[in-house]
T-cell receptor, first 115, second 113 residues
Framework: NAGVTQTPKFRVLKTGQSMTLLCAQD?????MYWYRQDPGMGLRLIHY???????AKGEVPDGYNVSRLKKQNFLLGLESAAPSQTSVYFC??????????????FGDGTRLSIL | GNSVTQMEGPVTLSEEAFLTINCTYT??????LFWYVQYPGEGLQLLLK?????DKGSNKGFEATYRKETTSFHLEKGSVQVSDSAVYFC????????????FGTGTRLLVSP
C-alpha cells in the first residue's frame, strides 16, 4: 500500500528559484494538507484542501501556493524560494466523514534547503 | 486559541524503564486528542487517540487517558524498547466542523540498551 507519496525526498535550491513539491494519495481521501516542520516548533499548517478544486490557507501560507486539480494530488509551489523556507515539508490526507477523530496519514517528507 | 504543550526533550531512558511524556492542552469545548510518533527519516504515524473525557487510547503498549479536569493527555508505557526511540507529538482537534490539527512541539525519546 503506497498511502501518501511525496516527491522529491530532498532538494537544494538557490534563493529566488522556484519549485513544486508533489503529493499523491491512493486512499480516496477528501482532505489533504501541507505542513512544514521546523526545530522546536512542531508542525505548522501551510495550506489545506477539503476537496478537488478547493484550497485554503493555514497558519503560515505566505510564500507558498497550492493546487488540487485532481482528488489524489496536492501540489505545493514555491515561486521565489527564500532561506526562511528551509524546512522539512510533510503532506497528509484524511477522510472527510467524522472529521474530528479521523487520523491524518502522512508522507515521509521532503527536506528542502534554500541557499 | 487552541494550543498543546509538551515536555521538552530529549527524554533519555534505559531499556525496560517506565515512560511518561507529559501533554497538556488549551481548547474551548471538548477536542479529540491524539499522539503521533515520528521515527527517524519518516513521516508522522498515528499512535493512539481519544475522543472524549475519560477515554483511554492504547496501542503497542502505549497508553494515554483524556483527563478533562487537568486538561492533560499524558503518554505512558510500562517498559520501553530501543525501537521506541522516536519523536512523539501530542495534538488536538476540535469537534466542530472542519478544524485543523494543532500539534505540540514534539518530544524526542532516546532509549539505550
Amino acid at each position: 500500500n503506497a498511502g501518501v507519496t511525496q516527491t522529491p525526498k530532498f532538494r537544494v535550491l538557490k534563493t529566488g528559484q522556484s519549485m513544486t513539491l508533489l503529493c499523491a494519495q491512493d486512499m480516496n481521501h477528501e482532505y489533504m494538507y501541507w505542513y512544514r516542520q521546523d526545530p522546536g516548533m512542531g508542525l505548522r499548517l501551510i495550506h489545506y484542501s477539503v476537496g478537488e478544486g478547493t484550497t485554503a490557507k493555514g497558519e503560515v501560507p505566505d510564500g507558498y501556493n497550492v493546487s488540487r486539480l485532481k482528488k489524489q494530488n496536492f501540489l505545493l509551489g514555491l515561486e521565489s524560494a527564500a532561506p526562511s523556507q528551509t524546512s522539512v515539508y510533510f503532506c497528509a490526507s484524511s477522510y472527510r466523514r467524522n472529521t474530528s477523530n479521523q487520523p491524518q496519514h502522512f508522507g515521509d517528507g521532503t527536506r528542502l534547503s534554500i541557499l | 486559541g487552541n494550543s498543546v504543550t509538551q515536555m521538552e526533550g530529549p527524554v533519555t531512558l534505559s531499556e525496560e524503564a517506565f515512560l511518561t511524556i507529559n501533554c497538556t492542552y488549551t481548547a474551548t469545548g471538548y477536542p479529540s486528542l491524539f499522539w503521533y510518533v515520528q521515527y527517524p527519516g519518516e513521516g508522522l504515524q498515528l499512535l493512539l487517540k481519544a475522543t472524549k473525557a475519560d477515554d483511554k487510547g492504547s496501542n503497542k503498549g502505549f497508553e494515554a487517558t483524556y483527563r478533562k479536569e487537568t486538561t492533560s493527555f499524558h503518554l505512558e508505557k510500562g517498559s520501553v524498547q530501543v525501537s521506541d526511540s522516536a519523536v512523539y507529538f501530542c495534538a488536538l482537534r476540535k469537534n466542530t466542523g472542519f478544524q485543523k490539527l494543532v500539534f505540540g512541539t514534539g518530544t524526542r525519546l532516546l532509549v539505550s540498551p
